[in-house]
């Protein structure tokens, strides 16, 4: 009997030391559980732009959230140069999907140990580590009456596409109404300064026989590829009909590393915030009420840094990694064709936040690339309270300290959200001794067990 107990207690301490271990590493390689992000479904109006960019060539590609009759739908991007049927394309929905859910801010958990327990590397919040056939082209028509020349027309999927080129606003904007485009009014105003620039005009409808033949049910993004110096996006043509604030997610691909909005400050979201338990079932609430106050505090003229990151890698993870394929088809031109199945080390994104409205952005986005490879995540942090037995003056302490510490929760929550903080507090949890009840031995190695299989 004495060596059954001895055994007993043998076991037990090996089982203690085996879950140490298994959690210490586990805390160590993990930076928290991935819970929530904030993904663009979060805004009613986002639109979705794709840039994957080296040297002079860029790969554009725009998503489209057009919810009206698709017969009333048109499309005016500025682009630099003339494109050719063979520089646009359509590009799959899903792509723009992947990498929003990739880079979207994340709001993370952890569990504290317990306080009785030996001291071991646990668990606790780190920061972020440093961290389709072409019609018939009929290019060069001219209207020369309104200075219109129609330098490229090709059919993509289901758009019909014009590439025009004009030499003043009020003729470019009379062709398109007399053409059958449903021009918003007040855009002679906003294509003047791309006309003095000398872009073109990348003009696309629905091709309604194309679309019905098609069996989709919303317009698919189309992409294009050119090259060019210039490394920008436009911006202006968007505000035509805005009568609010829209938001604009960008996510730049390069070589290199994070880009940067050159011609406006570019700042970081408030980020590795430890906040309140409840807001997880509050977390769409909470980051759509911390942006806006950000937006407001910065003078909403700025572009936000949402997460900058090696495409080979995520921590924690809100969704897995692009494989090579799907970065092919998101633009990346530059990894390595002959290995299609190795993950590339050289592809970083930069997921870039823009709220703007026709006073606060008059001037397009212009991009600059980076060799800045930090790595960042907007990132929120829950700690859930240990409720084990607390059988010792460190328990007494740590149980004594979570009012403290729920305050700063509290706290914080206010300031990034602006909150009223008195109820913020009617939803903290009360600290009461009934709430850490005592666990023999055994239950706790079990409790702890449950969590590593969890984990």
Not at 366 to 377: A, G, K, S, Y
């Amino acid at each position: 009997m004495t060596y059954l107990r001895s055994f007993r207690v043998w076991a037990i301490a090996l089982i203690a030391f085996l879950l140490t271990f298994t959690v210490s590493s586990r805390a160590l390689a993990f930076c928290g559980f991935y819970v929530a992000k904030a993904d663009a479904k979060l805004y009613n109006q986002a639109s979705q732009v794709a840039i994957a960019r080296s040297g002079n060539r860029t790969v554009l590609t725009m998503a489209n959230d057009y919810q009206g009759d698709v017969k009333d739908f048109a499309m005016v991007v500025p682009v630099p140069v003339i494109l050719q049927r063979e520089q646009v394309q359509i590009a799959d929905s899903r792509i723009i999907e992947r990498l929003d859910s990739f880079s979207a801010p994340r709001l993370v958990e952890y569990f504290d140990p317990d306080p009785c327990a030996p001291p071991i590397f646990w668990n606790r919040p780190m920061a972020a580590p440093a961290m389709e056939s072409a019609a018939p082209g009929r290019a060069g028509r001219s209207n020369q009456a309104l200075g219109v020349t129609v330098e490229e027309q090709f059919t993509v999927g289901e758009y019909d596409i014009l590439i025009l080129s004009a030499r003043e606003s009020d003729g470019l904007e009379t062709w398109l109404v007399q053409n059958g485009y449903r021009i918003p009014q007040g855009a002679r105003e906003l294509l003047r300064p791309y006309i003095r620039q000398r872009m073109k005009f990348f003009v696309a409808k629905v091709n309604l026989e194309e679309y019905e033949n098609s069996g989709y049910q919303a317009l698919r993004p189309l992409q294009m590829t050119y090259e060019s110096p210039r490394f920008m996006l436009p911006l202006r043509l968007g505000m035509v009909n805005a009568d609010s604030s829209q938001d604009l997610l960008v996510y730049i691909l390069s070589p290199e590393g994070q880009a940067e909005v050159s011609n406006y400050r570019t700042v970081k979201v408030p980020s590795d915030a430890e906040i309140p338990v409840y807001v997880k079932d509050e977390f769409s609430d909470f980051y759509k009420a911390m942006f806006q106050t950000s937006y407001t505090r910065e003078g909403r003229n700025v572009a936000f840094l949402e997460y900058a990151w090696d495409m080979g890698s995520c921590d924690p993870c809100s969704a897995e990694p692009l494989s090579p394929e799907e970065l092919r088809q998101a633009g990346v031109f530059w990894t390595r064709p002959e290995m299609p199945n190795t993950m590339p080390n050289n592809v970083f994104i930069t997921r870039l936040h823009v709220r703007y409205t026709r006073d606060k952005f008059p001037e397009d986005l212009i991009f600059q690339q980076t060799n800045n490879r930090t790595l960042f995540q907007g990132r929120y942090i829950l700690r859930h309270p240990y409720t084990g037995e607390m059988a010792c003056e460190a328990g007494r302490q740590y149980r004594r300290s979570l009012r403290q510490r729920f305050e700063q929760e509290a706290q914080t929550l206010a300031r990034l959200t602006g909150w009223n903080i008195r109820d913020i507090r009617d939803k903290l949890p009360q600290i009461r001794a009934e709430q850490f009840p005592a666990l023999p031995l055994v239950a706790r190695l079990q409790q702890l067990m449950g969590r590593v299989i969890d984990r």
